[in-house]
């Protein structure tokens, strides 16, 4: 019940495509859903977050849709570009507790061809 | 504002042996957390240190200890290192505890290689 499965495990998107990413969890206790940017040899860096009631939420290029009834979220960049390459992790916790630990996906790596 | 900053960057120990890796949290954040990340893997939670004290720990066995200082800067300890401990070793800090909080900042990690 802990886990977050995230799909798919590679994706390869032309320059200026749209790259989606999907995740789906089973704890109903998670009110917080952040996405991580990973570069190699890098810590991930927080791109953009979601709280479960709202069902969209975009920041520049990149969008988060949240579908609460089927636990599942995912995003969206939108004009994909060779810089966006990287390894995408899709996060959740139940942020409302003291601890708010976050349970990681298993990571999308992410090429964007020129 | 600094970010989060690790140290050492890379570290080489043999099994057995024991390890001590720091990590300073951003500035004005009280919660510093602790994950492994194994290669091609998402990262997962060790514990966390809020104010001082542990808040929150996760499946990893009692060799794994930390300490959290006033500065609320951080240490990770790993005792009589296995060949499985070998990984990259991310801190994250956050503003405080709750979800409102909950927005968590990553180090660029320790690589930690057990021969």
């Known amino acids: 019940q802990q886990q977050v499965k995230q799909s798919p495990q590679s994706l390869i998107v032309q320059k200026g495509g749209i790259s989606i990413i999907n995740c789906a969890y089973e704890?109903?206790?998670?009110?917080?859903f952040p996405w991580y940017q990973q570069f190699p040899g890098k810590g991930p860096a927080l791109l953009i977050a979601i709280r479960p009631d709202v069902s969209e939420k975009k920041e520049g290029r990149f969008t988060i849709s949240f579908n609460k009834s089927a636990k599942q979220f995912s995003l969206h960049i939108m004009d994909s570009q060779p810089g966006d390459s990287a390894t995408y992790f899709c996060a959740a916790s139940t942020g409302s507790s003291n601890t708010g630990k976050l349970i990681f996906g298993q990571g999308t790596t992410l090429q964007v061809k020129p | 504002e600094t970010g989060v900053t690790q140290s050492p960057t890379h570290l080489i120990k043999t099994r057995g042996q024991q390890v001590t890796l720091r990590c300073s949290s951003q500035?004005?954040?009280?919660?510093v957390s602790w994950y492994q990340q194994a290669l091609g893997q998402g990262p997962q939670f060790i514990f966390q240190y809020y104010r001082e004290e542990e808040n929150g720990r996760g499946n990893f066995p009692p060799r794994f200890s930390g300490l959290q200082f006033p500065n609320y800067s951080s240490e990770l300890n790993v005792n009589a290192l296995e060949l499985d401990d070998s990984a990259l070793y991310l801190c994250?800090?956050?503003?405080?505890?709750?979800?409102?909080?909950?927005?968590?900042?990553f180090g660029p990690g320790t690589r930690l290689t057990v021969l």
């Open positions: 994250a800090s956050s503003p405080g505890t709750g979800w409102r909080d909950n927005e968590q900042f």
């Open positions: 500035s004005g954040h009280n919660t």
């Open positions: 704890n109903t206790a998670f009110d917080y």
